[in-house]
Nanobody, 124 residues
Framework: VQLVESGGGLVQAGGSLRLSCTAS????????MGWFRQAPGKERKFVAA????????HYTESVKGRFTVSMDNVKNTVYLQMNNLKRDDTATYFC??????????????????WGQGTQVTVSS
């Protein structure tokens, strides 16, 4: 499985961005996908996750009400709509795919494929 993210950029606080992550290769093997982010000098942390059928969606507390994760199964693409962005949201955002049916949707070990990351910078 190959994952390619796009949509990052520079935005002012209060603005919006939509990240995309398209899967190719063995995309049919994917059970669910997640978004993580990593700020400079910090650990990579969970942001959001969605099951393949969209029935199970999870967010980290700090993004609830501002971020929305969705999936287009036809395009093998997962999206992260980010609204009301804050400076603390500045990070490199990574998408990840789970092809073994993990229950650890909020942990890095719950995913076996990762994208290269896309930078999101929020200015004041």
């Amino acid at each position: 499985v190959q994952l390619v993210e796009s949509g990052g950029g520079l935005v002012q606080a209060g603005g919006s961005l939509r990240l995309s992550c398209t899967a190719s290769g063995r995309a049919s093997a994917i059970y669910g996908m997640g978004w993580f982010r990593q700020a400079p000098g910090k650990e990579r942390k969970f942001v959001a996750a969605i099951s393949l059928n969209g029935d199970n969606i999870h967010y980290t507390e700090s993004v609830k009400g501002r971020f929305t994760v969705s999936m287009d199964n036809v395009k093998n693409t997962v999206y992260l709509q980010m609204n009301n962005l804050k400076r603390d949201d500045t990070a490199t955002y990574f998408c990840a795919a789970d092809t073994f049916g993990s229950e650890w949707y909020d942990l890095r070990r719950g995913y076996d494929y990762w994208g290269q990351g896309t930078q999101v910078t929020v200015s004041s």
